[in-house]
T-cell receptor, first 115, second 115 residues
Framework: DSGVTQTPKHLITATGQRVTLRCSPRSGDLSVYWYQQSLDQGLQFLIQYYNGEERAKGNILERFSAQQFPDLHSELNLSSLELGDSALYFC??????????????FGEGSRLTVL | AQSVAQPEDQVNVAEGNPLTVKCTYSVSGNPYLFWYVQYPNRGLQFLLKYITGDNLVKGSYGFEAEFNKSQTSFHLKKPSALVSDSALYFCAVRATDTGFQKLVFGTGTRLLVSP
């Protein structure tokens, strides 16, 4: 158990809909990262938050947004969903965003299926 | 930009035989390199990392990795494979973006250990 909790584990929805994925980092971790894993794209970095502020942005679509709340949990919002958004979405956390040596702790993921 | 490449989609090895999963990297400056493992329906788990020092890094579950600067490689190895080692293995490099680090992952290599 990594200590990172993601909900829901599975989600099935229709095209055009909006969903919210939730992540609770390990106790004491200030940084949260979101990754998307799909069969054809591999593991893609989406976005990183550190203590409530956005710190790094990757291949995140404009239809997607995220935030980190004062209690350090994070949410990834996906809107106007398309079939191609079907993927496994991972949240990871680490102790600090700037000085750590890079070890991330991953949740078990939220599997999104868009029909 | 920092990146890693995993040239093999799949590696097949018989139980008890040594295994190698290949990774090459491209970075500016000193590389921070990592290996993660993903078991079915699970999140990624940290195996080992190279920051500096000894070129042979030992990690979890009997795995080790050899850093080779001249060949820009960081291959994952294990002297004697187990069926339970069958999983998806990811090489990663730490990339710096606006002063904050993120991990950039390779495309993954599926390891299949046969009894």
């Amino acid at each position: 158990d990594s200590g990172v909790t993601q909900t829901p584990k599975h989600l099935i929805t229709a095209t055009g809909q909006r969903v919210t994925l939730r992540c609770s980092p390990r106790s004491g971790d200030l940084s949260v990262y979101w990754y998307q894993q799909s069969l054809d794209q591999g593991l893609q970095f989406l976005i990183q938050y550190y203590n409530g502020e956005e710190r790094a942005k990757g291949n995140i679509l404009e239809r997607f947004s995220a935030q980190q709340f004062p209690d350090l949990h994070s949410e990834l919002n996906l809107s106007s969903l398309e079939l191609g958004d079907s993927a496994l979405y991972f949240c990871a956390s680490s102790v600090v965003g700037g000085a750590n040596t890079g070890e991330l702790f991953f949740g078990e993921g939220s599997r999104l299926t868009v029909l | 930009a920092q990146s890693v490449a995993q040239p093999e989609d799949q590696v097949n090895v018989a139980e008890g035989n040594p295994l190698t999963v290949k990774c090459t990297y491209s970075v500016s400056g000193n590389p921070y390199l990592f290996w993660y493992v993903q078991y079915p329906n699970r999140g990624l788990q940290f195996l080992l990392k190279y920051i500096t020092g000894d070129n042979l890094v030992k990690g979890s579950y009997g795995f080790e990795a050899e850093f080779n600067k001249s060949q820009t490689s960081f291959h994952l190895k294990k002297p004697s494979a187990l069926v339970s080692d069958s999983a998806l293995y990811f090489c990663a490099v730490r990339a710096t973006d606006t002063g904050f680090q993120k991990l950039v992952f390779g495309t993954g290599t599926r390891l299949l250990v046969s009894p």
